[in-house]
């Protein structure tokens, strides 16, 4: 896909379409209150399993997305990122992720993360298979892309991040995940489902 923008609705990943909930449910929910408010939710549920078994769920529920970039220049090398993550009290490799706006398209997001995270602008989009990153937990969706011959410039960091852009050859950021150097799972997922494009393309 090559144009001045991402790719239209009609060009975006067809399982994209296949992430939502089933019409029929197995399980009834019988009582939900909010543990959590905020940008991240948690509810609990009283939840009927089948006759006569209930349960306790906490959970976050459906509604926020996220989208994972592998940028790649025109000149074949992978644009990831360092990132310190409070949780883990470390910093990890990862492709270009970000939360998308109450609104906002997909695509057009990832082309927002890319530029603001590693400077990055592409004309040339991907659309990848999504997936849920923590089913059992969580309903959050994420959405992967390739965004392919990179142009890089200046980034445009949020206050609270601190991120480095690193830039390599693309086979080192596939050495990198084969010997479990990436450790961040959508990361992975998003480099695993790039490489045949990649390879399609004579990149590796």
């Known amino acids: 896909m090559s144009d001045s923008t991402p790719p239209a609705r009609s060009a975006l990943h067809p399982n994209w379409a296949t992430l939502t909930e089933d019409a029929a449910q197995p399980w009834d ?6 543990l959590v408010d905020g940008y991240r ?8 399993v089948k006759p006569g078994v209930e349960t306790l769920y906490q959970y976050r529920p459906r509604g ?3 989208v994972f970039v592998l940028p790649v ?15 883990l009290r470390a910093t990890i490799m990862e492709v270009v992720a970000g939360g998308v706006e109450r609104g906002e398209d997909l695509l057009p997001a990832a082309a927002r993360e890319l ?3 590693v400077g990055g602008v592409s004309h040339d989009w991907v659309p990848l298979p999504g997936f849920y990153p923590q089913p059992s937990i969580s309903g959050v ?6 965004a392919l011959n990179v142009t890089l410039g200046a980034t445009h960091h949020e206050d609270t991040e601190t991120i480095e852009r690193v830039v390599l050859p693309l086979p080192e950021a596939y050495r990198m995940l084969e010997a479990g150097e990436i450790q961040d799972g ?8 790039a490489r045949r494009h990649l390879v399609e393309r004579g990149l590796l």
């Open 186 to 193: 959508p990361s992975g997922l998003t480099l695993f489902h």
């Open 141 to 146: 969706v994420f959405y992967a892309a390739l």
């Open 64 to 66: 926020p997305r996220a």
């Open 115 to 117: 530029l603001e995270e």
């Open 73 to 87: 220049t025109a000149a074949g090398e992978a644009v990831l990122i360092r990132q310190y993550r409070y949780p």
């Open 41 to 48: 939710v948690v509810l609990e549920d009283r939840v009927r």
């Open 29 to 34: 929910t019988l009582e939900s209150r909010q």
